[in-house]
């Protein structure tokens, strides 16, 4: 795995304006499971749970998503803006949305 268990801090970040602003995450990973909180802010997300799933390498992308289901693993197409699964950087801890 990319992140050993624990509580992290990671930024949000708009996949159509990386540069612009947003709000802190607390992310806890235990296993492979992701659970994304939002504690800062309710301006772009409802305060509490956001995001919550299986961490899986997605190698069509070369990116960490968080699934919810075993189709989820096949998405051709994976963050962003797309309908496919939430992407996640591990290593920059970023949590990247629409």
């Not at 990116?63 to 189709?71: K, L, R, T």
């Amino acid at each position: 795995m990319a992140i050993s268990d624990g509580e992290y801090v990671f930024q949000h970040k708009f996949a159509e304006h990386p540069n612009m602003s947003s709000i802190q995450l607390n992310v806890i990973v235990k296993g492979v499971l992701v659970t994304v909180i939002n504690a800062d802010d309710d301006a772009i997300f409802p305060l509490g749970i956001i995001d919550h799933g299986e961490l899986f390498w997605h190698k069509g992308s070369g990116q960490w998503i968080i699934v919810y289901s075993p189709e989820d693993k096949d998405a051709k197409d994976v963050g962003g803006c797309s309908a496919g699964p939430s992407v996640i950087d591990l290593k920059g801890k970023v949590y990247w949305t629409c």
